[in-house]
T-cell receptor, first 107, second 114 residues
Framework: GQSLEQPSEVTAVEGAIVQINCTYQTSGFYGLSWYQQHDGGAPTFLSYNALDGLEETGRFSSFLSRSDSYGYLLLQELQMKDSASYFCAAKYFKTIFGAGTRLFVKA | ETGVTQTPRHLVMGMTNKKSLKCEQHLGHNAMYWYKQSAKKPLELMFVYNFKEQTENNSVPSRFSPECPNSSHLFLHLHTLQPEDSALYLC?????????????FGPGTRLLVL
């Protein structure tokens, strides 16, 4: 079955740039989404990539390479409030979520 | 506020109880979803409804029974649950089931089964 791989934890300092990678299985793949979830909160949608390339939305960007079955979420000018879990989700016939990457932003 | 509300926000129930979770979306969406989120595990998709019809049931035990009376409301009826069913239950909605749809999540119901 389909599964996604993403790092379990990343730590960075305020103002830095961090990249969270996600690899997925190719068969039946439509696109890749990213969600943010703060502790105790619900997931919120960040971005979706169906085509190769970079999508930029403010400080957050998302990239997809279909040939490499790989995508990433890029967070720039990190702020303390960016500390959260970030999930990639691949759309097949249904949507499969990764286990999440916990981002810790330090002062 | 995402336009998706869930009640109750917290629920404690015994294994012999029957309870229901409610989800309502105010976004005019056609598709609604139930997810289970357990600690240290990926989100698990349980059920999908599109235009009130169930389109997906991901091998969910029969002690979980969904109901979708209309496109705006989704229920999850619970009976004879097990302690391992304790988790955050999230409802979501999307405009449709097409590829690339954005899912909008409710705040979740945190369930504890004793």
């Amino acid at each position: 079955g389909q599964s996604l791989e993403q790092p379990s934890e990343v730590t960075a300092v305020e103002g830095a740039i961090v990249q969270i990678n996600c690899t997925y299985q190719t068969s039946g793949f439509y696109g890749l989404s990213w969600y943010q979830q703060h502790d105790g909160g619900a997931p919120t949608f960040l971005s979706y990539n169906a085509l190769d390339g970079l999508e930029e939305t403010g400080r957050f960007s998302s990239f997809l390479s279909r040939s490499d079955s790989y995508g990433y979420l890029l967070l720039q000018e990190l702020q303390m409030k960016d500390s959260a879990s970030y999930f990639c989700a691949a759309k097949y016939f249904k949507t499969i979520f990764g286990a999440g990457t916990r981002l810790f932003v330090k002062a | 506020e995402t336009g998706v509300t869930q009640t109750p926000r917290h629920l404690v129930m015994g294994m012999t109880n029957k309870k229901s979770l409610k989800c309502e979306q105010h976004l005019g969406h056609n598709a609604m979803y139930w997810y289970k989120q357990s600690a240290k595990k990926p989100l698990e998709l349980m059920f999908v409804y599109n235009f009130k019809e169930q389109t997906e049931n991901n091998s969910v035990p029969s002690r979980f029974s969904p109901e979708c009376p209309n496109s705006s409301h989704l229920f999850l009826h619970l009976h004879t649950l097990q302690p391992e069913d304790s988790a955050l239950y999230l409802c979501a909605s999307s405009q449709d089931l097409g590829g690339g749809e954005t899912q909008y999540f409710g705040p979740g119901t945190r369930l504890l089964v004793l």
